[in-house]
């Protein structure tokens, strides 16, 4: 983030906190529950947000060297990332070319892939290399039957998917996704950073539940208020639009020392925590001294249930016992306040909405960023 804005962004946080207001929307957003509950709205948010649009996919740190690898599943579709003998990132649809098994599971360094089913094996930029008892196949040549190709774009530190084969993503298309925000993002220097630890879970709660949790700080003062609520002033958050996507910065108590500083000094990175809401299943948390991201995926065709993928990336790997439990410390924050106590509030709301008792709830004025994101999803959607 550029000086000016950070310049901007303090100024603004400072009129807030002396006239205890925060950012607003223009009015109250009604939200319809079904958003929540409906399985044919969950069936087109799947074939579209989740096939259309260029999604972030983790740091480049998730692949951190030649042979590194990593398989997930991408709203029904299994995808294979590679990082190849050349350097470069490439994905795959995690699929066989004999009969349909996933090549790889999980993540690791690996030289080329077996098949577990019957050993056809490929190799990390994704070609057929071997099928055992060719005879048996006449007619099928391996140059045409290596894993399909997925759109992947490594840029800034950034991995970018389009979950679509045969669909084109280039630097233009990327741009014009992120709608000003590409820049921002690329002076945080992302290529940098390690992943220090990752954690997958399935959770009772719509997809969309757990980056509504990231977007306002309303509720910090009372259902954080043995976690965050110490360190960021509750009910007080800048938003601003970038496109389908949004910057949401809510503001820790230290920027108070600030006043005493010259304003070229002034580090709005250092007194905030940032959350980039990618769009569309992505919160990029810029937490001070490292990031935390949070993808969320719905779980089979179920509108109340979600994969939550956490990855934490660190500016360097740690080095010492110290800086290990440094790192840990944080993390254990992090899951503390956003599974047990976020997450946890939603799976009961899941319940809920889907009791049927309630058409719509409400999002207030001071909670902009949610009703952003939750217009994004219905424009997306719907194509209004
Ligand atoms: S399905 Fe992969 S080798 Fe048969
Ligand atoms: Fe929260």
């Given amino acids: 983030m550029d000086k000016t804005t950070q310049i901007a962004l303090v100024r603004r946080t400072f009129a807030h906190i002396d006239a205890g207001t925060t950012d607003l929307d223009a009015e109250v957003t009604r939200n319809p529950t079904r958003a929540y509950t409906d399985p044919e709205w969950l069936a087109k948010e799947q074939s579209t947000l989740f096939?259309?649009?260029?999604?972030?996919?983790?740091?480049?740190?998730?692949?951190?060297?030649?042979?590194a690898y990593v398989a997930e599943q991408v709203a029904g579709l299994p995808v294979l990332l590679t990082r190849g003998g050349d350097g470069q990132a490439r994905a795959f649809v995690n699929l066989c070319r004999h009969r349909g098994a996933p090549v790889a599971q999980g993540c690791g360094r690996s030289a080329g892939f077996s098949c577990p089913y019957h050993a056809w094996r490929y190799d990390r930029e994704g070609r057929l290399i071997a099928i055992p008892d060719q005879r048996s196949f006449p007619g099928i040549d391996r140059e045409s039957r290596g894993l399909i190709p997925l759109p992947l774009l490594e840029k800034n530190g950034m991995l970018w998917l389009l979950p679509e084969p045969g669909a084109a993503l280039d630097d233009s298309v990327l741009d014009n996704h992120l709608q000003g925000l590409g820049a921002e993002l690329s002076a945080y220097e992302f290529g940098g950073y390690s992943l220090y630890r990752s954690e997958v879970f399935e959770r009772a709660a719509n997809w969309k539940m757990p980056i509504d949790t990231f977007l306002e700080a309303y509720h910090f003062a009372t259902l954080h208020r043995d976690t965050v609520a110490p360190i960021f002033f509750p009910n007080l958050c800048l938003f601003d639009a970038f496109g389908l996507n949004h910057r949401e910065a809510v503001i820790r108590r230290s920027i108070e020392e600030l006043r005493e500083q010259p304003e070229e000094q002034w580090d709005f990175v250092?007194?905030?925590?940032?959350?980039?809401?990618?769009?569309?299943?992505?919160?990029?948390?810029?937490?001070?001294?490292?990031?935390?991201?949070?993808?969320?995926?719905?779980?089979?065709?179920?509108?109340?249930?979600?994969?939550?993928?956490?990855?934490?990336?660190?500016?360097?790997?740690?080095?010492?016992?110290?800086?290990?439990?440094?790192?840990?410390?944080?993390?254990?924050?992090?899951?503390?306040?956003?599974?047990?106590?976020?997450?946890?509030?939603?799976?009961?709301?899941?319940?809920?909405?889907?009791?049927?008792?309630?058409?719509?709830?409400?999002?207030?004025?001071?909670?902009?960023?949610?009703?952003?994101?939750?217009?994004?999803?219905?424009?997306?959607?719907?194509?209004?």
């Fill in 51 to 67: 096939r259309k649009y260029p999604m972030f996919m983790g740091l480049s740190g998730r692949l951190p060297e030649t042979g």
């Fill in 270 to 384: 250092r007194h905030t925590a940032i959350s980039y809401q990618l769009f569309p299943n992505t919160v990029l948390v810029m937490q001070a001294d490292h990031v935390e991201t949070w993808r969320l995926f719905p779980a089979g065709d179920r509108p109340d249930r979600c994969m939550v993928q956490f990855d934490c990336y660190v500016p360097e790997p740690p080095a010492t016992a110290k800086a290990h439990r440094y790192w840990e410390a944080n993390i254990d924050l992090a899951l503390r306040t956003v599974d047990a106590e976020d997450i946890a509030m939603q799976v009961n709301m899941e319940t809920g909405y889907l009791s049927g008792a309630v058409d719509e709830v409400l999002i207030g004025r001071n909670e902009p960023a949610l009703a952003h994101f939750q217009r994004a999803v219905h424009r997306a959607v719907t194509g209004d």
